[in-house]
């Protein structure tokens, strides 16, 4: 397995773009197979998320093309509705094929989806929408088989604002008779992406942004080519590490807007932020205050997606945080590999209690999860001495290129292939 070799105490220097987001490329690629015409998505990330859907795609029929950071997806074809285990099981986001296939076809299959282990994740929320339209579900063994002679729209009122529960309900709403309304529904601006390609493609989508989403089914869709908007995450990721490391780093493609809570909290640690239009520069001199508390919310409240990386950031800073992770269970999993390094971190149930110790040391440590992973190289960036990252198949479900990219910035990483 793949492993980061990283010396730790290097100031980051520089300008990076965001790629295009894993969050918003994934229910794109299931949103192609709406349509029988060609769609093709622009400047998509190598992740291997990305690898995972495009055979969950081929599995179905479609063709699919990859090149130059392009994916073209071809789904005249298609006429599988079935999922194999092996891929749902790798891959949380392999759900939104439910409601484009049902749409398409009107009957799906597959086993429960998988991904990282950070919680129970249950998909209730999105079974019982599809019931509201008029599905015929049956659970058995751990798989999922679900049928109608058509879809109908209807209102659908959401528990919690689950980001895949949404996208789900409006790749299914598309292909039903009537109007769908969703209240609850979640604000990411992934489900605003997620509204403007269905629009593209022919569809009467409206709402996105606020938790009242309508749809108007029954359009013919064509196809569209698209670019989806830059990855959030992996810019507060970049963001994050230069407060650890110290130093001036200008982030492209991503607007303030959409990570303000992180950038409260930066400049709570003691940096300096400043943003224009779709870039972000922070400024850190490496000696930083803990949060006094960060917890997890919906957008656009603290993204759960930046817990880890934060929680990174604290123990290697001077005070002490308490971190409040309200959407999933178990995502303190990556804590006893910080603590190889020197943190002083304990969980209590959904909370952790993080006393900073200024400065973390460099450790042999392994990821469990994507952005546990994320929080780790975060980690040995700031940390005094040599670290090795193992079990980067997580890592690399998310960033592209990661080393390269924190290589441009002056950091002092590389990956040893086994």
Excluded: W
């Amino acid at each position: 397995m793949d492993k980061f070799i990283i010396c730790g105490g290097k100031r980051l220097e520089g300008s990076i773009c965001a790629q295009s987001a894993k969050n918003s490329v994934l229910p794109l690629l299931a949103a192609s197979v709406l349509t029988g015409d060609p769609v093709v998505i622009r400047e998509v990330p190598d992740i291997s998320d990305v690898a995972c859907m495009a055979e969950i795609l081929k599995e179905i029929g479609a063709e699919v093309t990859m090149a130059d950071g392009n994916v073209r997806i071809d789904s005249a074809n298609a006429s599988n509705h079935s999922i194999p285990p092996t891929l749902t099981r790798e891959l949380r986001s392999s759900v939104f094929m439910l409601g484009s296939l049902l749409a398409r076809f009107h009957r799906a299959a597959c086993a429960y989806p998988g991904g990282c282990d950070i919680g129970l994740r249950p998909i209730d929320l999105h079974l019982n929408a599809l019931k509201r339209l008029g599905v015929r579900i049956r659970e058995r063994e751990g798989y999922i088989t679900c049928e109608c002679e058509k879809l109908k729209g209807a209102e659908i009122a959401l528990d919690f604002p689950s980001v895949g529960a949404t996208e789900n309900i409006l790749l299914a709403a598309v292909g039903a008779e009537g109007t769908t309304v969703v209240g609850g529904a979640a604000k990411e601006p992934e489900i605003v992406d997620l509204q403007n390609f269905l629009n593209a493609m022919g569809a009467d989508v409206s709402g996105a942004g606020t938790d009242v989403i309508r749809i108007g089914g029954g359009r013919p869709l064509h196809g569209a080519s698209y670019t989806p908007v830059k990855d959030r995450i992996e810019a507060g990721s970049y963001l994050i590490a230069c407060a650890i490391c110290g130093g001036e780093v200008e982030v492209r493609g991503v607007g303030g807007d959409t990570l303000g809570l992180l950038l409260h909290k930066l400049r709570e640690n003691g940096c300096k932020i400043h943003t224009k239009n779709d870039k972000i520069r922070i400024t850190s001199g490496g000696r930083l205050k803990c949060n006094r508390k960060i917890e997890t919310m919906p957008f656009p409240g603290f993204p759960t997606d930046l817990q880890a990386q934060m929680t990174a950031l604290n123990a290697g800073a001077e005070g002490v945080a308490v971190i409040a992770e309200n959407l999933f269970e178990t995502r303190y999993k990556y804590v006893p590999e910080l603590i190889k390094m020197g943190a002083d971190i304990e969980v209590r149930g959904r909370n952790a209690v993080v006393r900073g110790v200024g400065r973390l040391h460099g450790a042999v440590v392994s990821c469990g999860d994507l952005r546990g992973g994320a929080a780790l190289v975060l980690a040995a960036l700031g940390a005094e001495g040599t670290s090795e990252v193992h079990e980067l198949s997580y890592v690399d479900r998310g960033y592209a290129d990661l080393e390269q990219k924190l290589g441009s910035l002056g950091a002092d990483i590389r990956r040893v292939r086994a």
